[in-house]
């Protein structure tokens, strides 16, 4: 069974001989760690805050959490890419569990130094440790959205990987509500400096990060390696459909990435109620709730259920949502939230039979939203950019999709160029930092806007630049294109 262009060699012969097999156990502990890496990601949106008022930092500086961050995931994807030209697919060789286990490793030793960082209070510190948590990120990535997708039948693969993303949302959602309560209150000790608040939390995380690599160490985990038959060369980048869907990722990750890290000091703003850092960030739940709600739908939208039960649940669960929000968040949020949710559940039809379609009508939303929140005050300029995150929800799996298809066994390397395109995360934030300096942060919103109008041409046309005109659409499947990573 090929997945991405890797068959699994001789560790994964058995399966490829029942391809109905499903691992339900490693499956499970691989969705335990989407949950907990999600959960960290978003942590950058309260250092931020943290760090700009403890250092004294203008928006650009602060910003550079987020380019330390980012950054890293290229400078690994570009390293694990060239050692992949020159000598082959390292995943290949090494195997998908040992990939995920260096990953846990190095992320854990970033963290550890966050530690010495706030002993020494050190922002330059804590950037370089930042840069070492995204080295460990990115080899998540590449090992573990693959893997995913090996643990069972390849018909389902899109629906695991939906899932498993929605529990990295899930993540996402309550991440900041926890870190938030960490840093801006429990740990932030009276008369002591603001970096200080980080340094248990953090420490606490990566010992968290050292179990899970030794619980991977001896768990029961297929370890897929394929020595036999090894892809070199860089034929991914003679596709101009894939060289465009890497400047496609660019933008939406840095347009995904500076909008959740504007939220708190967004809110801040007296013409938008001036909430503290800590109720503010209480806020971002409802963002990076908003992917979670619609990867959760799509992993109902892509599974074996009957149609007719599989609509019903994929109506169901904004709906659910709604009531969660009205009981744990109050009528008056729910109800402005619930606006989001059935614009995005008609959108969500209206597009779901065409992968490049949905792109492009998801983005020409995010822009009105956006506009709405720069041009306006009061609850629809909050509303409109917290609603932001439910369109963001399908745009990674649609762009991956869409770049990779027909790229055949050029495929791996194709989504390692694709995960150095999260280089976007580290440059945008940065340059909306340096527009926020100037203008104020309501109106940098304008740098993200940009992002989404170039991911509109490339759902309009930029996903089939250069393809034969006798190349099957991908929409021709009718099904709404796998989850293949995310922030």
């Known amino acids: 069974m090929a997945i991405g262009g890797i068959t699994p060699g001789a560790s994964a012969r058995a399966s490829s001989d029942t391809p109905e097999r499903t691992y339900r156990g490693p499956f499970t502990i691989m969705t335990v760690l989407f949950f907990t890496w999600g959960f960290m990601t978003v942590w950058n949106d309260i250092l931020i805050p943290r760090f700009r008022d403890a250092f004294t930092l203008n928006y650009f500086q602060a910003m550079l959490i987020q380019f330390a961050f980012f950054g890293a995931y290229t400078v690994g994807s570009l390293i694990y890419y060239l050692i992949s030209m020159f000598w082959g697919d390292p995943i290949n060789r090494i195997g998908y569990k040992t990939g995920v286990i260096i990953g846990l490793l190095v992320a854990a030793a970033g963290f550890i130094m966050f530690y010495p960082a706030a002993i020494m209070i050190s922002y330059p ?31 389902t693969a899109s629906s695991r990987l939906n899932l498993s993303q929605a529990f990295n949302s899930f993540g996402t959602t309550i991440g900041p509500i926890i870190a938030g309560l960490l840093i801006f209150k429990v740990f932030n000790g009276p008369g002591s400096h603001g970096a200080q608040s980080v340094k248990i939390p953090y420490l606490c995380v990566g010992g968290v990060f050292l179990v899970l690599a030794v619980c991977f160490m001896f768990a029961q985990l297929p370890n897929f390696t394929n020595t036999e038959h090894v892809t070199r ?3 991914a980048l003679k596709h101009p459909h894939t060289v465009l869907g ?9 347009g995904e990435v500076c909008v959740g890290s504007s939220i708190i000091n967004f809110l801040n703003l007296p013409k938008l109620g001036g909430l ?4 503010a960030s209480k806020f971002l739940a409802f963002y990076w709730g908003g ?14 259920m009957r149609r007719k039960l599989r609509n019903t649940v994929v109506i169901l669960l904004p709906v659910i949502a709604f009531g969660v929000i009205w009981m744990l968040s109050g009528r008056a949020n729910a109800l402005h939230y619930g606006v989001m949710l059935l614009l ?11 992968p490049q379609r949905m792109l492009a009508l998801f983005s020409f939303i995010i822009i009105a939203l956006l506009l709405t929140g720069m041009l306006s005050a009061g609850a629809a300029a909050i509303w409109a950019i917290l609603g932001i995150g439910l369109f963001d929800s399908v745009m990674w799996s649609n762009i991956f999709s869409l770049a990779i298809d027909g790229l055949g066994a050029l495929k791996s390397q194709g989504s390692s160029l694709l995960v150095m395109a999260i280089l976007g995360g580290a440059l945008l934030p940065p340059l ?8 104020g942060i309501q109106y940098s919103f304008m740098v993200p806007m940009m992002s989404y109008v ?12 250069g393809k034969n005109r006798t190349d099957v659409p991908l929409a021709a499947s009718g099904n709404v294109p796998a989850q293949i990573g995310g922030i």
């Open 233 to 235: 060369g860089a034929g």
């Open 291 to 304: 992917l979670m709600i619609g990867r959760f739908m799509g992993a109902f939208a892509l599974s074996d």
């Open 432 to 439: 909306q930092g340096i527009v926020a300096d100037h203008i």
């Open 344 to 354: 995005m559940l008609v959108a969500f039809f209206l597009g779901a039979s065409s």
């Open 125 to 155: 510190f804590f950037l370089i440790a930042l840069f070492v948590v995204g080295l460990g990120f990115a080899m998540l990535q590449i090992a573990a959205n693959p893997y995913i997708t090996i643990l069972g039948p390849e018909r």
């Open 246 to 254: 890497m400047l496609a990722i660019f933008m939406y990750v840095g």
């Open 276 to 279: 503290s850092h800590e109720a």
């Open 454 to 465: 170039y991911i509109a041409f490339y759902g309009l046309y930029g996903y089939r630049a």
